[in-house]
């Protein structure tokens, strides 16, 4: 599978655009995020179904990492409040929940991608 990581990176930014938009739909707007930004890796990178789904699930995948990273430090600094230990197990719990969004992200993302590859080959 080749890796376009230009295309990688625009699905990137894709996802994290409609994503903070996407914020005003909890749950709709993440889904929907991972769907356009994977669409437009696996469109740009162009090939095969699977070179599509492989950008769209770097693309995903990427993001849901970052967000679960500074989700994760923010649920740090937050529990702070709560003394060492509330600052472990906010950070813990929110990595966890972020993990979920990684995964969220990278499968919805690689189907999307397989669809815009296909899309492109038409």
Do not use: H
């Not at 990684?102 to 499968?107: C, D, G, I, P, W």
Request: hydrophobic content about 60%; aromatic content about 8%; charged content about 5%.
């Amino acid at each position: 599978m080749n890796t376009d990581w230009r295309a990688v990176a625009v699905g990137f930014v894709v996802i994290l655009v409609v994503g903070a938009v996407g914020l005003s739909l909890p749950l709709l707007g993440q889904i929907g995020a991972g769907l356009v930004g994977g669409f437009a890796a696996g469109y740009l990178a162009g090939g095969t179904l699977g070179d599509g789904a492989w950008n769209g699930l770097l693309a995903g995948s990427i993001s849901g990492v970052v967000l679960t990273l500074v989700l994760a430090l923010l649920g740090s600094v937050l529990g702070l409040a709560g003394g060492p230990l509330g600052a472990f197990l906010g950070g813990a719990g929110v990595f966890l929940v972020g993990l979920v969004v990684t995964v969220l992200f990278a499968v919805d993302s690689a189907i999307a991608g397989a669809i815009g590859s296909w899309a492109k080959a038409r």
